[in-house]
Every structure is written in structure tokens, then in C-alpha cells.
């Protein structure tokens, strides 16, 4: 057991696999399926000096957990640090990468709990709280909020989280790639009969 002084010792590495990655887990999500660790958002500006160029990796984004119901449809994402930091101390951060991906629901945690924004929050309930690492929100409940954000009907689901064509290549969609591609799809299943160029990004 740790105690609460060795665990300030610990790095955000640390605090993941010992602490944030086994609650996730705890509440019902798959490591293989649900989760996918240090996910790239921006890959960092080019650094050009004169006929050389290179990408500034220190600067580059990327979401230390992105939660998705099926491969390819990113519903939740988390930011960690290590417990020096509050609980809340990532949200800033996690807010900026659920802009990103369009997704409803943000986590910040270092190790104690979590910190959560919803913004599709039900009447009565906070928008912002915080949570012990036991009561992570299961994938049932984290895709009910993203279906209501999205307007998403039950009948609907099973089109939208229908797998993408795998070509063998293991090469998987750009984040931006992958929420266009979910956006025709989600505007298809709820009957929309013309896609203009514009239409599959939120007003």
C-alpha cells in the first residue's frame, strides 16, 4: 500500500498504471477495446532551418486516455498528472482535447479521483464535480451522454457504431478524419438525404 507521501514521489507515469488506469478498468472499461493511451491531436509545428525542417515534438497534443465505445467513435477523454497537482489541475487541458474530438464528457484526475465536466449534465446535476476512483462511470453510461449530445436514437446505434473497412494496413483514420467520417454517419442514420460540404461540422 502507499501512502499518501510516497505517492508524491510517484511520476505521471506512475500514477497511471498504478491508480488511474486500474479504476477506468474497475468500472466495466476494456483496456484492448475501450481505451487508447497518448492519443495525437496535433502532431506539433514544423521547425524550418534553412533547407532543413522538422516537427517540434515537445509542443506537439495528444490526450493521455481517449475512451471510445467502438473503434474509431471516441466518447470521453482524460487528462492525468502526477499528485502534485489537484485532482482538477488537468480539466483545463482535457476540455481543450474534448473540443478537439467533440465529445461530451472530460476527466482530469491525479491518482486521489477524478474530476469531471459533463456537458450534457441532466437536470439537477452538476456540470463540474469530483469523484473517488471507485465511481469512474461505466461505458454504458459515458455513451448515453454522448448519443444525447449528439441526438443519437437507440434505434440508431447499431449504424453508428458499425465498425470502419479494415484494409489490413493497421493504419487507423486522423482523429479530425475519423469525426468527419462519424458525423456523415450520424446525420445519414437520423435521415438527412443531402450532405453539404459544411453540413457534418456542429454550428
Known sequence: MIDQHEKKTLSEADIKAKFITPAIVSAGWDEIAHIRREVTLAPGPVVVRGNLSSRNKKKKKFADYVLQKEKGVPIA?????????????GMQQALGYAELLDVPCAFSSNGD??????KTASSGEDIETEFGLDAFPSPDDLWHRYNAFRGIADAQEALVTEPYYDDGSKKEPRYYQAEAINRVVERVVQGEKRLGPLSVFRT
Open 113 to 118: 479521483g477524478f474530476a469531471s465536466h459533463y
Open 77 to 89: 477523454v482524460i487528462e492525468a498528472k502526477d499528485n502534485n497537482h489537484t485532482i482538477s489541475d
